[in-house]
Structures are given as C-alpha cells and as structure tokens.
C-alpha cells in the first residue's frame, strides 16, 4: 500500500498530463499502479494517520453463517483436525476463498477442550520387592566456622519409603557395599531387586551384542561377589537415566535436617564415624 502522499502525487502529476515514467521518477510508484489509482479518490487533504485509519473494504474478517456450520460440523466430527486441513477442505469443497485468519481464529474460540490427561500413577512394587540405591553429598558448618563436605549412602524400600543412611569415605564399590550392608542389617535383609545408578562403583561396562541387539553388563568385581554373596541381584539404571530408579532422597530432606542435623556441629569430629539412621517416611 502507497502513502497518502504518493497516492496524491501521482493524481496530481496524472492530471497534469505527465507520462507514466515520469511519474515513477518522482513518487516511485510503477505504472501499473498509477492506473489503478486514477480509479481512486483524490487523498491530497487527507493525513497518513487519517488514511490508516480508514482503510478500505479489503476481506471479510467474519465467516458466513453457513461456513460456520460446516466447521462445527467438522469438528464435531474431528475434534483434532489441524487448522490447515479444515482450511483445504473449505477451499476445495465450499469454495471458501477468503484468508486463513478468520477461520484459524474462529477455530481458536469453538474448538473443544481436549479431554484430561490420563492421571500419573506412581509406579510401586509389592512389600520387599526392590530397594533403590544411591550416594549423596552434603556440606555441615561446626560452630567454629569451618565446613566439611559429607559422603553419604542412601537407600529407600520402595513400598514402605523407609530411607537408612550412613556416612561413607569416598563414593566407590566399598561405599557402596558397606551401605548396603548397613541397610541389611537396619532393615533385616536387602530385597530381591536392588536398582542402582549406572556408576563405577557398580558397573564396570556395558556392551550390546551387534547380531542379537542384547545388552550385557559387567558389573565390578566387589560389588559382583558382594551380590553373589548375598543372593540378591542389581538391577542398574539406562545410561544418562538416573531419575529411572526413582528419588531415594529429596534435596529438601538434606536441607531441612531430615538425613542429618541441619544446626551447626559442635566439633568436626562428630561425624567422622559411620552412622546409621532409619526412617519411616510415609507419602
């Protein structure tokens, strides 16, 4: 669309009788427009803002009565019909030829709600099925100003939500193997199933056969006997998949003091010793 301006410049240069080239070399409007704007009233006393304020007809931004019809018809019967489709059958089949705007917003306010989503039940297995297993770290400020960063074991009944924890050395296949033994012995036994990251401390590699696509994991060599040992299995986590196996302990329970003390210490050698701690947390 040409400004005012122009538009009035090239009915004044018009009917002064210039050629059409010459009126291109002053408005830069081509000939072409030039005859359609002959057609047009003379805008020479009218604003660039009145005249955007008053456009002309241009398309119908309202749809008839009979094409709202069919559009709920459509959607009655296809309630998740994409936009584009329902515009080509308009345009193919009720020789709709306006824009999209107007049907996509008219779309927008009559298509139905889609339904609720299914709701998300928690997966759980039965009493004493699987256990999940995990490290956690947590800093501890003594009164005297100093901080230490904490190792930690945890270990969650997945049916009871009973937690054990207890303080470790380092986060490797003895830690590992010390806190499930102290879990053992809090909880009277470990489960069948016993799901743990894919760690070091538990898994040493994993390899996919390239003819049968089955994945065989080497697990290491303590933590292999400690299982065997104890007649239970491992059962690790996808690669990159640590939430699989569930949270055994949330950030909050470690801010609010719930697995240790959240007061200052009073002396640094309080928690140099393994503890244990068990706790019936029921959701």
């Known amino acids: 669309m040409h400004a005012a301006t122009a538009r009035s410049l ?9 050629d059409p080239d010459r009126i291109q070399r002053l408005s830069g409007v081509p000939p ?16 660039e803002t009145e005249f955007r304020e008053n456009p002309g007809p241009g398309r119908p931004s309202e749809l008839a009565p009979a094409l709202r019809q069919q559009i709920d018809a459509q959607l009655a019967a296809e309630p998740a019909i994409k936009g584009a489709e329902l ?18 917003r008219y779309l927008q306010q009559h298509r139905p709600p889609p339904p609720p989503p299914a709701p998300v039940v928690r997966f759980e297995g039965v009493a004493g099925e699987f256990a999940p297993h995990d ?16 190792r930690f074991y ?7 939500r009973a937690l054990h924890v207890c303080l470790l050395d380092a ?12 879990f053992a012995r809090a909880l009277g036994g470990l489960p069948l199933i016993n799901v743990v990251d894919n760690t070091k401390a538990a898994v040493i590699q994993r390899q996919r056969d390239p003819g049968t696509g089955q994945e065989r994991i080497h697990y290491n060599e303590h933590f292999a006997a400690f ?13 990159y998949s640590g939430n699989q196996k569930g949270c055994v302990f949330s950030p909050g329970e470690v801010r609010q003091g719930r697995l240790f003390p959240g007061a200052p210490l009073p002396e640094p050698g309080r928690f140099t010793r393994p503890v244990g701690r068990l ?5």
């Open 10 to 18: 090239v009915l004044r240069a018009r009917n002064a009788g210039l």
């Open 32 to 47: 072409r427009s030039q005859r359609r704007l002959v057609h047009e009233e003379a805008m020479s006393v009218m604003r």
């Open 87 to 104: 515009l080509r059958r308009l345009r193919s089949e009720h020789a709709y030829q306006a824009g999209k705007d107007p049907v996509y």
């Open 135 to 150: 490290f956690g770290e947590l800093t501890v400020t003594y009164t005297d100003g100093t901080r230490e960063k904490l």
């Open 154 to 160: 945890a270990g969650r009944l997945k049916y009871s």
């Open 171 to 182: 986060e490797s296949a003895e830690g590992l193997i010390r806190g499930m033994e102290s």
């Open 227 to 239: 299982l065997q040992g104890v007649g239970v299995f491992a059962e690790p986590t996808s690669p």
């Open 279 to 283: 706790a019936a947390l029921h959701q």
